[in-house]
T-cell receptor, first 112, second 115 residues
Framework: GNSVTQMEGPVTLSEEAFLTINCTYT??????LFWYVQYPGEGLQLLLK?????DKGSNKGFEATYRKETTSFHLEKGSVQVSDSAVYFC???????????FGAGTRLTVKP | DVKVTQSSRYLVKRTGEKVFLECVQD?????MFWYRQDPGLGLRLIYF???????EKGDIPEGYSVSREKKERFSLILESASTNQTSMYLC??????????????FGPGTRLTVL
């Protein structure tokens, strides 16, 4: 079945460091790919998405490119801030809205 | 902006109690979902609904039931709460688009503790 694997955390960075969180997927069809973010004590918020190969999603300085050849959707940010501390979830949706598959989540802590 | 609200942020119940978790969305979305979130496991789908009075089992429906009497409201019911149902419960909604795989919008979550 469809699945998402993302790098295990936790990840701790200093402010202004470069961030990469790896995400790879397995899907039978042509999924849409998502990154969600969960700030402490809150639900998940959509951070960015891409719906087809080679699409780049971007928001708030974060970027991810849908790479079909490597089945990957890695999240990157050039300079992280303390306010980026959160849990990040990679997800895919393939067969329909009921078929959203989430990775286990990666906790990011950014220190001043 | 889409707003999904959940009736409680924190809930403490005793083993064997019947528990109701309520979710309301204000964007006229057809689809609604209940997930549980556990450390290291990500989100797992419990139940979902495509329309009023319709419900479908997700990956882990055992020990849960749901009710959707109105389009905007989706309730999760724990018939007899057990300690292994201690978790964070997240409600989500999305519009119905038959071909596109659209974004799900999440509520703030209910952290349930069963003693």
């Amino acid at each position: 079945g469809n699945s998402v694997t993302q790098m295990e955390g936790p990840v701790t960075l200093s402010e202004e460091a470069f961030l990469t969180i790896n995400c790879t997927y397995t899907a039978t069809g042509y999924p849409s790919l998502f990154w969600y973010v969960q700030y402490p004590g809150e639900g998940l918020q959509l951070l960015l998405k891409a719906t087809k190969a080679d699409d780049k999603g971007s928001n708030k300085g974060f970027e991810a490119t849908y790479r079909k050849e490597t089945t990957s959707f890695h999240l990157e940010k050039g300079s992280v801030q303390v306010s980026d501390s959160a849990v990040y979830f990679c997800a895919l949706s393939d067969l329909g809205p009921h078929d959203m598959r989430f990775g286990a989540g990666t906790r990011l802590t950014v220190k001043p | 902006d889409v707003k999904v609200t959940q009736s409680s942020r924190y809930l403490v119940k005793r083993t064997g109690e019947k528990v109701f978790l309520e979710c309301v969305q204000d964007m006229d979305h057809e689809n609604m979902f209940w997930y549980r979130q556990d450390p290291g496991l990500g989100l797992r789908l419990i139940y979902f609904s495509y329309d009023v009075k319709m419900k479908e089992k997700g990956d882990i429906p055992e020990g849960y039931s749901v009710s959707r009497e109105k389009k905007e409201r989706f309730s999760l019911i724990l018939e007899s709460a057990s300690t292994n149902q201690t978790s964070m419960y997240l409600c989500a909604s999305s519009i119905w688009v038959s071909v596109l795989k659209d974004t799900q919008y999440f509520g703030p979550g209910t952290r349930l503790t069963v003693l």
